[in-house]
Structures are given as structure tokens and as C-alpha cells.
């Protein structure tokens, strides 16, 4: 594929705006300021100008399920994941944060639906082609003022989300629970976005991108409350997967639990992140990773809740050239959670499962050693071998 200025200019090996160009041929009968089909569910808030943001629901081009999840776009390409984005349309509609309303009470019903429900739209004019990428939410690519939103049909809402919902419950005990009952934290975002939990009088819409992270972050402390009972686990284990070229490494080693995670630009071999959670948690923003961290850690956490055991957690994350457009952060905790689902390597000390990473990364694992506030640390109730 032909490259654009700009594409050339940011060195990358694919042009998303030249798959937009060739999305927006094939669309473009279907974009009409009427228009009816499945929505995903989807509802996208805005940040900028908060508390005053652009919000709205998302709804089919083509009049056929989109993949919006992120258990669906996982294993799909760059280019595929392009082209299922830039098959949706979403509704801009703008007010307060705090605001009511038909259009606002009918997406939350279509957040809160288990499976997509068609819907009828009317924009106040035809919907255009806009890429925006963020390393948190997934991309949007068309978008328009909307009008109407009406479902065309009754959406399958979960008992628990409904007794949640019209209970008023706080958003972190909501979360909580429903992540208990087997709700992914992909769903539990929306329905922080969409303004459903907490008390009625006091609900409001939260930003998408705030509310991605806000959900991991809440998800991951539930789930590490409990991580800090379980029995410690008894020799390193490594965890990996390589998915758009990101190659995620989670080396876990025997004691209390603690989490470190580096990210590294392959395309800036020099640049290397490191943040840092100890057993009595953090309380500043992992500034330098944002969200990344969190839905990492929320997968860390998640793997180690299932096996039941408690650990040390150092995350190893070294991002690809090939990766050059942002498809959101559901890409780390995906890769995370597929490290998880495969067989760990075992090791009989430190020593052996570092020699493995140095085998397996592509920076020096010296780079890594020399940030590190796990890997070095020496404590005389440990017993294992030391690098």
C-alpha cells in the first residue's frame, strides 16, 4: 500500500489513511444521514472540553455486525482491525457530562445489552472520514452530529447489570461484583462511560480513554485484595506472547506480591520505561506508560487470581517498529492474557530464568537490571538463587 506524506514523515510501514480513502469508496452509499443497523454496543465520550464533551453511540455502516470487542479483534491485523473500525459511525451529540436525556437514556440501554441490538439513526448531516488514534481507546474513523438514536428492538440486559444499575451502586463496588460474576472489564468501562453506576442523581459520563484505565485500575485492586492471601508460588516462571508486534515477557518470581513493568521502543533502543508498585500499592499515575500499565497489570493480576498463587510480577514489554499506529490499550491486555493461557516455562533460580530473557528479548537484559527495583532487590528470607 501507497504510503502518504505523513506516513512516510513518521516512518511507518502500512497508511492507515489510504485504507480510510479506500474504506470511504466502498461505503460511501451506505453513509447517509438515515441510518439503521446493528450497534455493537458502543458509546464513545470524548475528553476534550470536559466537562462539556462530544458523546454519542456507535452504529454499523454496512448493516452488519462490527467487531468491537476485544476478545473478537484479537489475532486480526493492523490493517483488519482499520478496516472493522472504520466500519462504524459514531453519533456526536454534545452536552455535560452530567447531562439527561432520550438519546443518552437510549445508548445506555444499548451499553448495557450483552450482544449487538439494531438501532435507527439520524444525523443532521452525512457521516465523514476522520482517523483518530489513541494509545488508549480503540481508533474512530467516521464520524457525525447525531440527532435521533433509537433501538428496534429489546437489548438482552445481564440480571446483575440491572440490579446494579437501578440499585445505584457505587462504581467501584459495581465493578467489583460484576467482575466477580464474570463481566470482562471491556463491558464494565462502558458502563462506567455511559454514566450507569453510581447514584442516580449523581451519575455522570466519564471519558472513554478515563474510563478504560479507571476500570482496569479498579479491576486489578479487587483482584490483588485477594492476590496478597494466596500461597506464594515456588519458582520462576515466565509467561509470553508476541501479538502486532509487541513481545510481552512476565517473568514471576516467589514472594510477597510486587509489580515492576519496562516498556521498551524498539525504534528508540535507548528509551526504556520503568514503573513500580510495591506490596502497599502506588498512588501516583504511572505517568510515563499510563494506561498501558494498567491493563497489564490488570491481566497480571488476573493470571495469578486464577492460579490462585501470589508473586512477584515483572512485565517486560518491548514494542515493535511494526506497530506504529496506536489500536488501544485492550492490544496489551490481550497479549497479556494469552501469555497466561499458554504453559509457563519453569526455572530453578533467577539466574537461569534471566539467561532465558536474555535469550528471548531483544535489548540486552543489562538495560533492564539497570532500572530495576525487583530484579536486584536482596532479601535474606529468600532463599533462590540470585543473578
Same mark, same amino acid.
Given at each position: ?16 489513511? +489510504? ?9 460511501? %452509499? ?29 452504529? #454499523? ?9 476485544? &476478545? ?8 483488519? *482491525?482499520?478496516? @472493522?473500525?472504520? %466500519?462504524?459511525?459514531?453519533?456526536? %451529540? ?38 483518530? =488514534?489513541?494509545? *488508549?481507546? /480503540?481508533?474512530?474513523?467516521?464520524? %457525525? ?17 440491572? @440490579?446494579?444499575? +437501578? ?13 466477580? #460474576? ?26 472513554? &480513554? ?51 513493568? =519496562?516498556?521498551?521502543?524498539? &525504534?528508540?533502543?535507548?528509551?526504556? @520505561? ?13 505517568? #510515563? ?26 512485565? =517486560?514489554?518491548? *514494542? ?26 519453569? =526455572? ?16 540486552? *537484559? ?10 536486584? /532487590? ?10
Amino acid at each position: 500500500m501507497k504510503l502518504c506524506q505523513e506516513c512516510r514523515k513518521a516512518g511507518r510501514v502500512w497508511c492507515p489513511h +489510504s485504507a480510510a480513502y479506500e474504506m470511504k469508496a466502498r461505503l460511501s %452509499a451506505s453513509l447517509k444521514q438515515e441510518m439503521f443497523g446493528p450497534t455493537p454496543p458502543g458509546f464513545f465520550v470524548g475528553h476534550s472540553f470536559y466537562p462539556k464533551v462530544f458523546f454519542g453511540p456507535m452504529i #454499523s455502516a454496512t448493516g452488519e455486525p462490527v467487531a468491537d470487542d476485544p &476478545k473478537q479483534l484479537y489475532g486480526m491485523s493492523i490493517p483488519q *482491525i482499520m478496516q @472493522s473500525r472504520l %466500519a462504524l459511525v459514531r453519533g456526536m %451529540a454534545r452536552g455535560e457530562v452530567g447531562a439527561r436525556g432520550r438519546l443518552l437514556s437510549e445508548s445506555q440501554l444499548a451499553v448495557m445489552s450483552i450482544k449487538p441490538v439494531d438501532a435507527e439513526a439520524k444525523f443532521s448531516r452525512q457521516p465523514f472520514f476522520k482517523l483518530e =488514534f489513541d494509545e *488508549i481507546a /480503540q481508533p474512530v474513523g467516521v464520524s %457525525a452530529p447525531i440527532e435521533k438514536f433509537l433501538l428496534a428492538e429489546n437489548p438482552p440486559v445481564p440480571k446483575k447489570v440491572d @440490579s446494579a444499575v +437501578s440499585e445505584g451502586m457505587e462504581a467501584e463496588e459495581a465493578i467489583g461484583e460484576l467482575l466477580a #460474576s464474570g463481566f470482562d472489564v471491556h463491558y464494565l468501562s462502558r458502563l462506567l462511560a455511559a454514566g450507569l453506576l453510581g447514584k442516580p442523581e449523581q451519575r455522570k459520563m466519564v471519558p472513554t &480513554k478515563w474510563a478504560i484505565t479507571a476500570t482496569d485500575d479498579i479491576a486489578a485492586k479487587r483482584l490483588i485484595g485477594h492476590i496478597k492471601d494466596f500461597r506464594q508460588i515456588e519458582a520462576p516462571l515466565l509467561y509470553s506472547n508476541i501479538y502486532l508486534d509487541n513481545r510481552f515477557e512476565i517473568l514471576l518470581l516467589p514472594g510477597s506480591w510486587e509489580y515492576e513493568q =519496562f516498556e521498551a521502543y524498539l &525504534k528508540s533502543p535507548g528509551k526504556i @520505561s520503568e514503573e513500580h508498585e510495591p506490596f502497599g500499592g502506588r498512588k501516583k499515575y504511572a505517568e #510515563s506508560q499510563g494506561g498501558g500499565y494498567y491493563a497489564a497489570r490488570f491481566a497480571v493480576a488476573e493470571g495469578l487470581w486464577k492460579m490462585g498463587r501470589q508473586a512477584k510480577a515483572v512485565v =517486560f514489554r518491548e *514494542i515493535g517498529e511494526k506497530y506504529d499506529v496506536p489500536v488501544g490499550v485492550w492490544e496489551v491486555r490481550e497479549n497479556v492474557r494469552h501469555a497466561f493461557s499458554q504453559p509457563p516455562e519453569k =526455572f530453578s533460580s533467577l539466574k537461569e530464568a534471566l539467561a532465558r530473557l536474555s535469550a528471548k528479548l531483544a535489548l540486552p *537484559i543489562s538495560n533492564y537490571l539497570k532500572k530495576s527495583r525487583v530484579l536486584l /532487590q536482596r532479601r535474606l528470607d529468600e532463599s533462590w538463587d540470585r543473578f
